[in-house]
């Protein structure tokens, strides 16, 4: 997964460069493992911010490449969370690319932390806050457990607080509490 990992990000500098996105952070188990609990994942999830009229050729771009000619674009529908996905097979393992779609995910990537990932990459990394919000958002078992590991780390609770009282999460960050008091 580290070789897929250095040319996913690779490649999305590249995007970056020749402006077809904004910016990216890693986010999923992967940012988890980088800021706290390493944990085994199957795929690298990345939360990329662009303007949507441009998510159709920014997927096409990536076809083009050797690589990932298998990319595919997934559109959710309005009441999905994640409204647009880019699915990218590369090797053993796959990427999504998550694009941004609300202010929290915006929010998310422009307050990334640097963060050497694997050996030699340096990236943006979500935040813990913020990774704690999107795991209540996303709402699985998995992602409860996931954010009351990184409530237990050294982080801005009040922030937390505060995001999770504007997006109408107490209850989620109170059940993540009682799991984190647990661990």
């Known amino acids: 997964m580290e070789r897929e990992f250095k040319d996913i990000v690779k490649v999305l500098r590249e995007a970056k460069r020749r402006k077809f996105i904004r910016d990216f952070a890693l986010t999923g188990a992967l940012a988890l493992s980088a800021l706290s609990q390493p944990r085994a994942t199957r795929d690298i999830d990345i939360l990329i911010s662009l303007e949507k009229e441009k998510i159709k050729r920014f997927a096409e771009w990536l076809k083009y490449s050797k690589e990932y000619r298998l990319a595919k674009h997934h559109a959710g529908r309005p009441k999905d969370r994640i409204k647009n996905l880019i699915e990218v097979p590369a090797g053993s393992t796959w990427t999504d690319l998550i694009v941004a779609s609300s202010e929290i995910e915006e929010e998310a990537i422009s307050t990334g932390l640097s963060i050497s990932a694997f050996t030699g990459v340096k990236l943006k990394v979500v935040r813990p806050e913020y990774l704690i919000i999107l795991k209540l ?4 078992d998995q992602d409860y457990l996931d954010s009351a590991h990184l409530w237990n780390e050294s982080i801005d609770k009040r922030l937390v607080r ?8 107490q209850g989620q960050l109170q059940q993540m509490a009682v799991i984190a008091r647990r661990l």
């Open 137 to 140: 958002l996303a709402g699985s």
């Open 162 to 169: 505060k995001m999770a009282k504007e997006l109408f999460l």
